[in-house]
């Protein structure tokens, strides 16, 4: 009796530990729980209440397709490694308010055999960011599949948190869309369907709290130059793009930014920017591996692409902004 007692006893230890370290193998990197802010469909670093008044002018980075695996087709991630080391330490050396990476972090999709490797490559390589620079992560089409189902975004969520989600910072309302369910809903309608429902409550939200700027980011241009440009790979579909930009329109959305392109583009729908930036990975067109630096004043913002070894060595936020 004792001895079978004693046995059950070392087996649910054991079984404990294989679990536990299970999970950590899931999430290797993230001690300080970098990766997992984007809960409850707000992002934790940021408190709301405190983070809804102006307090000055400030900048944040933009990077998009980090795509560990794309250079060799899932054969390795050497390139993308070295470059996302560059961006740390530029992101190191200037203190950002904060980071966001719009999407495409690796090549392989949640179902790949190679898409763990990448994940935990990813993490290990941005958890090298200084502690109180935050790092806000977007799931693109390789992130969470071109046709997105509740399995593939819940492995997403698993390790990076929610995949809409909103933030405030410094007087800025924030808001992260999936917009791989914009590009493809076939495969979780619901998911856009309680999307958008949150999408509406925010933007009034946003609103009602007399945002300074309200800022969208996403994986997909919702255009790349003109907003009734036909449907491509690379944008969002007319039937839901023309409904969405009257809505980010009507509540007075500053800028949409974005990537999936692997290069920069740019457009307006009325006031409203699209800004699509190239890639920290692998480039497709003549923009080098880089990322955006963007620049937030009470009534205007300014922002520049920069190629990896172009990249200033400071901000001086006290600059003369352009007029809005
Ligand atoms: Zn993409």
Request: hydrophobic share 35%; net charge negative; aromatic share 10%.
């Amino acid at each position: 009796m004792q001895t079978h007692q004693i046995l059950s006893g070392l087996l649910a230890a054991a079984t404990i530990l294989v679990s536990s370290a299970s999970q950590a193998d899931d999430l290797p990197a993230d001690t300080n729980g970098r990766f997992t802010q984007a809960r409850s469909r707000t992002f934790r670093t940021f408190d709301t209440r405190t983070q809804q008044t102006w307090q000055g002018p400030y900048f944040f980075l933009q990077l998009a397709d980090t795509q560990y695996g794309m250079f060799t087709g899932n054969k390795g991630f050497e390139k993308e490694v070295a470059l996302s080391q560059q961006a740390v330490e530029h992101i190191n050396r200037l203190r950002p308010r904060y980071v966001i990476v719009c999407g495409d972090l690796t090549n392989a999709s949640p179902e790949h055999a190679r898409y763990g490797a990448q994940v935990q490559q990813y993490k290990q390589d941005f958890s090298a960011i200084h502690d109180d620079i935050p790092l806000v992560c977007v799931c693109g089409n390789h992130d969470v599949g071109n046709r997105p189902t509740a399995k593939s975004i819940a492995t997403y969520n698993h390790n990076f948190g929610d995949d809409y989600f909103g933030f405030w910072v410094g007087g800025v309302c924030n808001v992260v869309l999936n917009s791989s369910v914009l590009k493809d809903p076939t495969g979780a309608p619901e998911v856009l369907d309680a999307q958008q429902k949150w999408l509406d409550q925010q933007l009034a939200a946003a609103r009602e709290a007399q945002a300074k700027h309200i800022f969208l980011f996403q994986h997909h241009p919702l255009f790349l130059t003109k907003e009734d440009e036909p449907d491509q790979y690379f944008n969002i579909p007319l039937v839901r793009r023309t409904p969405l930009l009257e809505q980010l329109k009507q509540a007075d959305v500053r800028a949409v930014f974005a990537g999936h392109y692997h290069r920069n583009a740019y457009g307006r729908a009325g006031a409203m920017e699209m800004v699509t930036t190239g890639p920290v990975g692998r480039p497709l067109g003549k923009d080098p591996s880089g990322f955006r630096i963007v620049t937030v004043h009470e009534t205007s913002i300014q922002h520049q692409y920069y190629g990896m070894d172009d990249v200033p060595e400071k901000i001086n936020l006290t600059e003369t902004p352009n007029a809005p």
